[in-house]
């Protein structure tokens, strides 16, 4: 069933499918190019809220709406592009070298300031409030509230609303064993340097699940999924593995061969604090951690 008016067109689902699938099923006449355009422009909406995420997966009973009429404000942001939005959150993909939100040195370029700008030029009473963060030179997907309930929601109830947090990270080396669990106790010393332990009384446990994707004689690729959410954790579990990130100094690696830090926040799964729907994000892997086993 599809409604139309001169702004907009409304298509009915009638099975599950992935967003993009859906659009370029819905509108034959229309290229790949161009429905990738109403994503990124943030003309499409399911049910009231607007989703650019290709993969964003749809149910039978939910409506699509591409809206042709309204006048949306830019939200180009350097570093930051939003995937997902509704009336309590924010889902973005942050690239490497954006700070999550400011220091003493940076308070101006930072995915926070862009976002509260972004909302501020919506509507001046808007609000955005920090969930967790990123470190500055890893790259994927975050979660902002734009409400203090969501955020407090989200907070609190944290290691139970987050279903799921993987990373992919490129690391120095063979990784032979195809999958393990590592597990230690981990704490900052006064250098800000956090540190691995057996001891439970030295740190918080943390506990990270890896397998093997890819890997060469030189480099192994790890989908990485993570338990607990300490500082640096993924960082320095691979240091305790013997296999540093590519390009972390910081935590042994002595190879930068992708002039990034080789970590991105790949997939979060979580419960949304308000309408208790599950909901999934991924985002691609960066080409250049691929490109190394090509």
């Not at 862009?114 to 909302?119: D, F």
């Not at 397998?211 to 300490?230: A, F, H, M, P």
């Not at 240091?239 to 972390?248: C, E, I, N, R």
């Given at each position: 069933?599809?409604?139309?008016?001169?702004?907009?067109?409304?298509?009915?689902?009638?099975?599950?499918?992935?967003?993009?699938?859906?659009?370029?099923?819905?509108?034959?006449?229309?290229?790949?190019?161009?429905?990738?355009?109403?994503?990124?422009?943030?003309?499409?909406?399911?049910?009231?809220?607007?989703?650019?995420?290709?993969?964003?997966?749809l149910l039978p009973g939910q409506t699509v709406t591409v809206d042709w009429g309204k006048v949306t404000i830019d939200t180009t942001m350097k570093g930051v592009s939003i995937i997902y939005e509704d009336d309590d959150v924010l889902v973005v993909e942050k690239e490497s070298g954006i700070l999550s939100i400011a220091t003493d040195n940076e308070?101006?370029?930072?995915?926070?300031?862009?976002?509260?700008?972004?909302?501020?030029?919506?509507?001046?009473?808007?609000?955005?409030?920090?969930?967790?963060?990123?470190?500055?030179?890893?790259?994927?997907?975050?979660?902002?509230?734009?409400?203090?309930?969501?955020?407090?929601?989200?907070?609190?109830?944290?290691?139970?609303?987050?279903?799921?947090?993987?990373?992919?990270?490129?690391?120095?080396?063979?990784?032979?064993?195809?999958?393990?669990?590592?597990?230690?106790?981990?704490?900052?010393?006064?250098?800000?340097?956090?540190?691995?332990?057996?001891?439970?009384?030295?740190?918080?446990?943390?506990?990270?699940?890896?397998?093997?994707?890819?890997?060469?004689?030189?480099?192994?690729?790890?989908?990485?999924?993570?338990?607990?959410?300490?500082?640096?954790?993924?960082?320095?579990?691979?240091?305790?593995?013997?296999?540093?990130?590519?390009?972390?100094?910081?935590?042994?690696?002595?190879?930068?061969?992708?002039?990034?830090?080789?970590?991105?926040?790949?997939?979060?799964?979580?419960?949304?604090?308000?309408?208790?729907?599950?909901?999934?994000?991924?985002?691609?892997?960066?080409?250049?951690?691929?490109?190394?086993?090509?």
């Amino acid at each position: 069933m599809i409604n139309k008016s001169k702004k907009n067109t409304v298509f009915k689902v009638t099975e599950k499918n992935e967003l993009m699938n859906f659009l370029i099923e819905k509108m034959p006449e229309k290229s790949r190019t161009s429905i990738k355009s109403l994503l990124t422009k943030r003309k499409v909406f399911v049910g009231n809220d607007v989703v650019s995420q290709y993969n964003h997966p749809l149910l039978p009973g939910q409506t699509v709406t591409v809206d042709w009429g309204k006048v949306t404000i830019d939200t180009t942001m350097k570093g930051v592009s939003i995937i997902y939005e509704d009336d309590d959150v924010l889902v973005v993909e942050k690239e490497s070298g954006i700070l999550s939100i400011a220091t003493d040195n940076e308070r101006e370029k930072t995915a926070y300031n862009m976002l509260k700008e972004y909302l501020k030029n919506k509507d001046h009473k808007n609000k955005i409030f920090v969930v967790h963060r990123l470190d500055r030179d890893t790259s994927g997907i975050m979660i902002f509230a734009k409400t203090e309930k969501a955020q407090d929601i989200l907070q609190t109830t944290w290691n139970d609303s987050v279903k799921e947090r993987t990373y992919v990270a490129l690391v120095e080396g063979v990784v032979y064993k195809e999958k393990d669990t590592i597990i230690s106790y981990l704490q900052e010393n006064k250098a800000f340097i956090t540190y691995s332990s057996q001891n439970p009384k030295e740190g918080k446990k943390a506990i990270s699940h890896y397998k093997v994707l890819k890997k060469n004689k030189n480099y192994s690729l790890l989908e990485v999924n993570i338990e607990t959410g300490r500082k640096n954790q993924i960082r320095v579990h691979m240091q305790d593995l013997g296999h540093s990130v590519v390009g972390d100094k910081k935590y042994g690696s002595g190879k930068s061969p992708i002039n990034r830090l080789g970590l991105h926040a790949n997939t979060i799964v979580f419960v949304h604090p308000i309408t208790k729907k599950v909901l999934h994000f991924s985002s691609k892997i960066p080409a250049v951690f691929t490109k190394i086993f090509n």
